[in-house]
């Protein structure tokens, strides 16, 4: 059976690139047809307002229809002998405006400058056919380029002489070729800029998608790298109890099982709820919740573990305070900093837990007599699946992944999270979330000090 190479599909990173550059294209030709329309409509409007300009100055210069004092055409009434002028002489005295007339019953051509642009007959045929004037755009003498406008006249339904008038075109052609000039010069530059900008454009618009896609990564990277060694235990334990005929041994392979699991459960539950705060920008319910409530549920529920290792733990006495936010959240930060400090406490240590309120801030202390952290430990806390050297070496349980959840609810709700530590002396972290302030500007009733 022969095999199929299929193409290999592209990355996140790829799919990103690629998608990139198509927005930037999308960007850049949706403004060079926006700018191509705009400067084709305005160059028309130009060259259409150049025309109108023209048509009104020539009308204005065109003979009267009774005047008769022209040179007819093509004839010299000067005395003495014939004298032909040099072109460029000609060229030189034009006028700025040349005025004639075609009488049609003469079958005759008027002008006082026979050495010029007019007649122009095409121009009058054209106009005594169609019975309406035109301006047409001439090559006249030296290649110069010439307006030629020309309007009939009609008595009684017979034409009778077509007037005309003419003017270098020089100056309107040079504006209209310099609008071009600058239009094409315009698009260019849209285009350098269009690229550059969209490209900027599309990469900011792009971040979020980055971002989550990093998360998800992240996310799948964490949990490979997390259930790895549970599973790996769990695989060799059970191998080496199918392996026995001793049920001590089954029954210690069973207990293993159900402690890697619940170890596994424990991480799972963690980086689902990474990965949910990931993408959320706000706390989920905030909604107003008695302070003290929450401490006496989270002090009732830790008491038993700390008495259990011989960790003191001392609690505020009664709060009355409202606070609003995510109160699971909230609840869920203090257990995680509270059982962190019993953790990392020796027997015969404290732990406490003090409650302050400012006016516009709520703020949560957890102080132990533990461990503490190592300097160098400290920048690196909040990392995911972090563990300092002081806690594997003295293989204290955890998965690295409490403080990190611990700073995302903090973020939710707009605070800030702060450890103080020194090495053998104890760990003091502080949590301050903003609160509605009080109307009265007091402090609150019962605030949290021992």
Known sequence: MRGILRPRRPGIEGYLRATRWRLTLSYTGILLVTT???????????????????????????????EREHVPYGQDHQEGPE??????????????????????????????????????????EEALRTRQPNLKLVTGPAAVPFYVYSEPTFRDGRPVLVRQASMEATLALDVLRHFDLLLYAFLILATLFALAGGYVLAGRALQPIARMAQRQQAFTSDASHQLRTPLTVIRTTAELALGSGNPEEWREALETTVSETHHMSQIVEALSDLARMDYEERPQQPLPFPV???????????????????????????????????????????????????KYTPAGGRVLLAYRRNNRQAVFTIRDTGIGIPPEDLPHVFERFYRGR??????????????????????????????????????????????????NGGEAPGSGKN
């Open 36 to 66: 191509l329309v705009i400067g084709l409509f305005t160059g028309w409007s130009l060259r259409h307002q150049v025309v109108q300009d023209v048509e009104q100055v020539l009308r204005s210069h065109l003979p009267r229809e009774e």
């Open 83 to 124: 004298r032909e002028e040099p072109e460029h002489e000609r060229f030189e005295n034009r006028p700025a405006y040349e005025v004639g007339y075609f009488i049609v019953d003469q079958n005759r051509w008027y002008t006082p400058y026979p050495g010029g642009v007019l007649p122009y007959a095409a121009g009058a």
């Open 292 to 342: 003290g409530d929450l401490l006496e549920e989270v002090t009732g529920h830790l008491e038993p573990i700390a008495a259990e290792k011989g960790v003191a733990l001392h609690a505020p006495d009664r709060i009355e305070d409202i606070l609003t936010g995510d109160r699971h959240r909230i609840r869920q930060l203090l257990l995680i900093l509270l059982e962190n400090a019993i």
């Open 390 to 439: 002081q806690a594997q070496k003295e293989q204290i349980p955890g998965s690295g992944l409490g403080l990190a959840i611990a700073r995302e609810i903090v973020r939710l709700h707009g605070g800030t999270i702060e450890i103080d530590s020194e090495p053998g002396t104890g760990t003091t972290v502080t949590v301050t979330l903003p609160a509605t302030p009080y109307t």
